[in-house]
């Protein structure tokens, strides 16, 4: 079993829809939690970083966190076909883990018009 | 530009052949990742330098792979006697300074080996 297992999807969607993109863990020493944006044969890039449970809120997305059920979610309101792309969660554990990421296998979406 | 850039972007090689991919982090981040990233995954994790000390190599990262950063500065990825296994987008990643939690993420190198 995978230590980061995300939604796979894919995801279709109309424009201006709520998105929501999910991955749950098993490692408990994770601490760190990430969400990036690849679009097609481009590195991935960062949308939100949070490292507590609750909810961390920027624009469009809202990024959760409950560690009690190792489960995270990135939501997107009024979604836009500039959106489409694939996502992924990342995380990290602390201390000697030196800050290396564990990365769920992505979720593709497409926001069509 | 002030991200990280990587070098070449596209690379295609013959099995066999010996590849050197290059890493420039952002100036004031002493922590650079490399990660291989293979179609519909995931980035893994390959290795971790801090400054220009190695300290962290995954499984992942056999004999044939070394990576360097002599200088703290930019990093280099080799990989000797190149396998059709080996195809797939090598990324770069660093953090420090300000962000110092969060990695940034260069456009990566696409290894294509025939």
């Known amino acids: 079993q995978k230590e980061v297992e995300q939604d796979p999807g894919p995801l279709s969607v109309p424009e201006g829809a709520i998105v929501s993109l999910n991955c749950t863990y098993s490692?408990?020493?994770?601490?760190?939690f990430m969400w990036y944006r690849q679009y097609s044969r481009k590195g991935p890039e960062l949308l939100m970083y949070?490292?507590?449970?609750g909810n961390k809120e920027d624009g469009r997305f809202t990024a959760q966190v409950d560690k009690s059920s190792k489960y995270i979610s990135l939501f997107i309101r009024d979604s836009q076909p500039s959106d489409s792309a694939t996502y992924l969660c990342?995380?990290?554990?602390?201390?000697?883990?030196?800050?290396?990421?564990?990365f769920g296998q992505g979720t593709i979406l497409t926001v069509h018009p | 530009d002030t991200g990280v850039s990587q070098n070449p972007r596209h690379k295609i090689t013959k099995r066999g052949q010996n590849v050197t991919f290059r890493c420039d982090p952002i100036?004031?981040?002493?922590?650079l990742y490399w990660y291989r990233q293979t179609l519909g995954q995931g980035p893994e994790f390959l290795t971790y330098?801090?400054?220009?000390?190695?300290?962290?190599k995954s499984r992942l990262l056999s004999d044939r792979f070394s990576a360097e950063r002599p200088k703290g500065s930019f990093s280099t990825l080799e990989i000797q006697r190149t396998e059709q296994g080996d195809s797939a987008m090598y990324l770069c990643?660093?953090?420090?300074?300000?962000?110092?939690?969060?990695?940034?993420f260069g456009p990566g190198t696409r290894l294509t080996v025939l």
């Open positions: 990643a660093s953090r420090g300074g300000s962000s110092y939690n969060e990695q940034f």
């Open positions: 490692n408990s020493a994770f601490q760190y």
């Open positions: 949070t490292y507590s449970s």
């Open positions: 990342a995380m990290s554990a602390g201390g000697t883990s030196y800050g290396k990421l564990t």
């Open positions: 100036s004031e981040h002493n922590r």
């Open positions: 330098f801090q400054n220009e000390a190695q300290l962290e």
